[in-house]
């Protein structure tokens, strides 16, 4: 549990100084009646919080009754909405204010990547439940943490990977994990989703007048800022991102890893990619393959950022102009004996025989938030749709491909090519990459390609085996009081 000093140390307002009791007496929470209010907090509210106001918003017996964002403008914008439908809503730039209120139940977080963790933590420890955005953390140490808390505390933790609560794709996974396409060979997300240059600055810029960048920063390094936007922008940024495979490529992450059945961490990983096609602040890669080596079937991930071609890069970019992997550009591709499952969208799939003919499909999703609400009052575990451990496990498979292409090295093609020589499905996904990257004009003896160890992972300590600076990658220095506590 994080202690008095290290939470008030330089902190603007400490929660336990205001008397919230000991979170050690935080008792199971019983069933609440269906009639008995919710009462929410959102955190983050630039662009997804707005769809976590609304969802809640929404529902039956529930209201959003603060909102917090470091940037008062956002602050402004979202409570006029509420003056506009004559409601009051109150408004804090200072998450841990909400942690001692005795009328909010739920924290709703859709903060960036590097706050998700320490937010999660602790409203599980001031007896709050959450519904977290993903990916729910920004590196592999954090998201045991946050499995820690909730289960310490009995709290209802949701992952905001909303394609858990489809039932089309719910039938569509039993249905394939009961054999009717055979064994399972290859899993397979994709990510192909325009990523434009976000520009390259020729030194600090000037932070907004609306933000409270401490309060930004949190708990990755306080460094001036090095890029055009302040917001979106950090996703592109390791400190405070992951990329697009831990962007938009969690959601696919965590359905490929759903059709396979696993529940653990996958034993192993490796990396190949960059940030290619332009020379701009980002440094996550636009261009990317992770392998993830399970004993049932490799997951194997791809995210390109560029369009499938240079003409095309250079008259539009747009989700019409990306490459297309049997009928999928953001979905998922389970490859099996006797055909094929397409996962195309969040909330259907398609069942294909290697031919291309449809065999069988699947549609329908109900609502992510409404299934979090519903075990808010049941404290039913589960019946949750997208519990804390799911998210945790894929958005630590997204982190462990980062830290494989960390610790990597340029490489040419032909010596990647023969380290994957005995993983068919790798090097056919690796030819792909490279004809799309020769397509886009880009040459790779002169920008090469990171090429990334295999890591070896235990799946019981989710920590890599042997290495030391693997390890060092799955968690970070934090900046205090943003610290996320070894013991929760």
Same mark, same amino acid.
């Given at each position: 549990?994080?202690?008095?000093?290290?939470?008030?140390? +330089?902190?603007?307002?400490?929660? =336990?100084?205001? &008397?919230?009791?000991?979170?050690?007496?935080?008792?199971?929470?019983?069933?609440?009646? #269906?009639?008995?209010?919710?009462?929410?907090?959102?955190?983050?509210?630039?662009?997804?919080?707005?769809?976590?106001?609304?969802?809640?918003?929404? /529902?039956?017996?529930?209201?959003?009754?603060?909102?917090?964002?470091?940037?008062?403008?956002?602050?402004?914008?979202?409570?006029?909405?509420?003056?506009?439908?004559?409601?009051?809503?109150?408004?804090?730039?200072?998450?841990?204010? /909400?942690?001692?209120?005795?009328?909010?139940?739920?924290?709703?977080?859709?903060?960036?990547?590097?706050?998700?963790?320490?937010?999660?933590?602790?409203?599980?420890?001031?007896?709050?439940?959450?519904?977290?955005?993903?990916?729910?953390? !920004?590196?592999?140490?954090? &998201? *045991?943490?946050?499995?820690?808390?909730?289960?310490?505390?009995?709290?209802?933790? $949701?992952?905001?990977? $909303?394609?858990?609560?489809?039932?089309?794709?719910?039938?569509?996974?039993?249905?394939?994990?009961? &054999?009717?396409?055979?064994?399972?060979?290859?899993?397979?997300?994709?990510?192909?989703?325009?990523?434009?240059?976000?520009?390259?600055?020729?030194?600090?810029?000037?932070?907004?007048?609306?933000?409270?960048?401490?309060?930004?920063?949190?708990?990755?390094?306080?460094?001036?800022?090095?890029?055009?936007?302040? !917001?979106?922008?950090?996703?592109?940024?390791?400190?405070?991102?992951? +990329?697009?495979? *831990?962007? $938009?490529?969690?959601?696919?992450?965590?359905?490929?890893?759903?059709?396979?059945?696993?529940?653990?961490?996958?034993?192993?990983?490796?990396?190949?990619? %960059?940030?290619?096609?332009?020379?701009?602040? *980002?440094?996550?890669?636009?261009?990317?393959?992770?392998?993830?080596?399970?004993?049932?079937?490799?997951?194997?991930?791809?995210?390109?950022?560029?369009?499938?071609?240079?003409?095309?890069?250079?008259?539009?970019?747009?989700?019409?102009?990306?490459?297309?992997?049997?009928?999928? @550009?953001?979905?998922?591709?389970?490859?099996?004996?006797? +055909?094929?499952?397409?996962? #195309?969208?969040?909330?259907?799939?398609?069942?294909?025989?290697?031919? %291309?003919?449809?065999?069988?499909?699947?549609? &329908?999703?109900?609502?992510? =938030?409404?299934? =979090?609400?519903?075990?808010?009052?049941? @404290?039913?575990?589960?019946?949750?749709?997208?519990?804390?451990?799911?998210?945790?496990?894929?958005?630590?498979?997204?982190?462990?491909?980062?830290?494989?292409?960390?610790?990597?090295?340029?490489?040419?093609?032909?010596?990647?090519? @023969?380290?994957?020589?005995?993983?068919?499905?790798?090097?056919?996904? /690796?030819?792909?990459?490279?004809?799309?990257?020769?397509?886009?004009?880009?040459?790779?003896?002169?920008?090469?390609?990171? =090429? +990334?160890?295999?890591?070896?992972?235990?799946?019981?300590?989710?920590?890599?085996?042997?290495?030391?600076?693997?390890?060092?990658?799955?968690?970070?220095?934090?900046?205090?009081?943003?610290?996320?506590?070894?013991?929760?």
């Amino acid at each position: 549990m994080i202690t008095r000093r290290q939470f008030t140390k +330089g902190a603007a307002v400490s929660v =336990f100084a205001l &008397g919230l009791p000991s979170c050690r007496s935080i008792p199971k929470p019983a069933p609440r009646s #269906p009639n008995e209010e919710i009462r929410v907090a959102v955190a983050g509210i630039r662009s997804r919080g707005r769809s976590h106001i609304n969802g809640f918003h929404n /529902l039956p017996n529930v209201r959003v009754v603060a909102l917090c964002d470091v940037d008062t403008q956002f602050l402004d914008r979202e409570a006029k909405k509420f003056e506009e439908r004559g409601e009051t809503v109150d408004t804090t730039t200072e998450f841990r204010t /909400l942690l001692d209120r005795s009328d909010v139940d739920v924290v709703a977080s859709a903060c960036p990547n590097h706050w998700h963790a320490l937010q999660a933590v602790w409203a599980c420890q001031a007896g709050k439940d959450v519904y977290l955005e993903k990916p729910v953390s !920004h590196n592999v140490w954090e &998201g *045991g943490q946050i499995v820690a808390a909730a289960r310490k505390y009995h709290r209802i933790v $949701q992952t905001g990977t $909303q394609s858990r609560s489809s039932h089309g794709i719910a039938e569509a996974i039993a249905w394939l994990r009961a &054999g009717n396409l055979g064994k399972i060979e290859v899993a397979r997300g994709l990510c192909y989703k325009p990523r434009k240059s976000i520009g390259k600055v020729k030194g600090e810029q000037k932070v907004p007048a609306s933000v409270d960048y401490d309060l930004w920063t949190g708990p990755a390094p306080l460094k001036p800022l090095m890029r055009k936007n302040l !917001h979106y922008d950090w996703h592109w940024v390791y400190d405070t991102g992951n +990329g697009d495979v *831990g962007n $938009q490529g969690i959601h696919q992450m965590d359905l490929a890893r759903w059709a396979l059945g696993e529940t653990k961490l996958p034993p192993a990983v490796m990396s190949v990619g %960059g940030r290619l096609g332009y020379d701009d602040d *980002g440094n996550t890669p636009n261009t990317q393959m992770v392998v993830h080596r399970y004993d049932s079937a490799p997951l194997i991930f791809e995210v390109r950022g560029m369009p499938r071609s240079k003409e095309l890069q250079e008259a539009s970019w747009n989700s019409g102009g990306m490459d297309d992997y049997m009928g999928a @550009r953001i979905g998922v591709i389970i490859h099996c004996e006797k +055909g094929y499952l397409r996962i #195309p969208n969040y909330s259907g799939a398609v069942a294909f025989t290697h031919d %291309g003919e449809k065999i069988e499909s699947w549609e &329908g999703a109900k609502d992510h =938030f409404a299934n =979090f609400i519903d075990v808010v009052r049941s @404290r039913r575990l589960e019946d949750l749709n997208a519990d804390i451990r799911e998210g945790h496990l894929s958005s630590a498979m997204c982190h462990m491909g980062n830290v494989s292409h960390l610790l990597g090295g340029e490489a040419a093609p032909e010596e990647m090519r @023969r380290e994957l020589e005995t993983h068919p499905a790798a090097r056919e996904t /690796l030819d792909r990459l490279l004809t799309h990257l020769d397509a886009n004009r880009v040459d790779v003896a002169k920008t090469p390609l990171t =090429f +990334g160890p295999w890591l070896e992972m235990d799946p019981e300590t989710e920590r890599f085996r042997g290495n030391n600076d693997a390890n060092r990658l799955a968690t970070r220095e934090y900046r205090e009081p943003f610290v996320v506590p070894e013991r929760v």
